[in-house]
């Protein structure tokens, strides 16, 4: 014979979950703070790969068309996706732009908080036609001066 009066439901069962789950996170020193921190940590994961297709993107467009090009010649061309459009796109938190002409390129990557994006990386990345290697700066706006990643 079942005993109704302790039964739970799967609603209960997924509120007593939840409620462990937060009163784990507030009682811990780190607490929720982490969560921003790991969002941080992926969005410059993201920006990074990202620095690392946009060089690849120059690359092919410069071999098939005889130079380098902004972000909407990229999209253009096929060799970025429309995330890309524009002359500073801003993805995952960062806000990217390009200076190109026939013979190199350069690109940077800064960190951007915006109303939608509230979250996002601290570090400033740099990238440009000469050996493809990222730079990076924790402070300013990244260049060739900087540390490699």
């Keep these: 014979m079942k ?3 302790y039964q739970m439901t799967n609603g209960k069962w997924f509120l007593l979950i939840c409620t462990l789950i937060l009163a784990s996170c507030s009682s811990s020193s780190e607490g929720l703070r982490v969560y921003p921190k790991a969002v941080g940590a992926s969005d410059e994961g993201f920006t990074i ?3 690392r297709t946009i060089a690849t993107a120059e690359m092919q467009l410069r071999a098939t068309h005889g130079s380098y090009g902004d972000f909407d010649a990229l999209t253009q061309a096929g060799f970025l996706d ?3 459009v524009g002359q500073t796109p801003n993805l995952k938190g960062y806000r990217y732009s390009i200076k190109a002409s026939d013979s190199d390129f350069v690109v ?3 960190p ?3 109303e939608t994006q509230p979250t996002t990386g601290v ?3 740099y990238l440009d036609s000469s050996d493809s290697v990222i730079h990076v700066n924790s402070t300013r706006p990244a260049s060739k001066d900087d540390p490699v990643l």
């Design 49 to 51: 790969q990202s620095l």
């Design 108 to 110: 940077n990557a800064d």
């Design 82 to 84: 429309t995330r890309f």
């Design 123 to 125: 570090r400033h990345f």
């Design 112 to 114: 951007q908080t915006t």
């Design 3 to 5: 005993n109704e009066k």
